[in-house]
């Protein structure tokens, strides 16, 4: 199973080409932050309340995408609450990224190619293998959205993800996006099975919100 920032990164993808849809750089680094977070809940990691969160198992998960986000949120030093995470771990949004964008390669999803853009200066794309993850994990989702499926709670966590990183219009055509939001404001007051994943999207959005203007 691929991990909340795998997939997350995977609805970044603007095409099978391996070209990025444009986010601002500290909403994508948000993003990515919020994605190892809500993973790492999944993952049974962190508890909460609605002003707090904090770790309960603070053993090394063995994936480099993860692991720097929860052993600051393990720091003695580190504020647990909510309203201060995005704050507090942005810089590690880079890293999320970089890592998540490793282990897809890893996984033979990805793979890194070098080109050039505008005769000189590298860039970097990561075209799909097949393109069979990405259309997945879009397919899944507009199944939910648009249709009558129920989502599970990885599925909210990226809907969640990609409304308040902007990138949802990268996946509904522009005629359903009304629909799209309101079935996303509903699934987001729903109390999901397994882990009480809306307070962390709550917390998430919420924190998106109260970032300081030197962030965001």
């Not at 995408?65 to 647990?80: E, G, I, K, N, T």
């Not at 522009?174 to 509903?186: D, G, H, T, V």
């Not at 729903?190 to 809306?198: P, R, S």
Request: one cysteine or more; aromatic letters at 6%.
């Amino acid at each position: 199973m691929l991990t909340v920032p795998e997939e997350f990164l995977l609805l970044t993808l603007k095409d099978e080409e391996g070209g990025f849809v444009d986010i601002p750089l500290e909403y994508q680094r948000a993003g990515f932050v919020g994605a190892a977070i809500m993973e790492l809940a999944l993952e049974g990691r962190l508890d909460n309340d609605l002003s707090r969160v904090w770790v309960v198992n603070k053993a090394p998960t063995g994936n480099p995408a993860l692991d720097p986000v929860l052993a600051r949120l393990s720091a003695p030093d580190f504020d647990s609450s909510a309203d201060n995470l995005i704050n507090q771990l942005i810089e590690l949004g880079d890293t999320v990224r970089e890592q998540s964008l490793k282990r897809l390669c890893d996984k033979k999803i990805l793979v890194e190619t070098e080109g050039r853009l505008l005769w000189f200066l590298k860039t970097r794309r990561y075209p799909a293998v097949d393109g069979k993850e990405m259309r997945e994990v879009k397919l899944r989702l507009l199944e939910v959205l648009l249709r009558d499926g129920l989502p599970d709670p990885r599925d909210c966590c990226l809907m969640s993800l990609a409304e308040t990183c902007g990138i949802i219009r990268q996946i509904v055509p522009q005629s359903e996006l009304k629909l799209a939001r309101e079935r996303i404001a509903k699934f987001s007051k729903m109390e999901l099975i397994g882990q009480n994943v809306n307070h962390y999207i709550e917390i998430f959005e919420r924190a998106m919100a109260l970032a300081t203007p030197a962030h965001m």
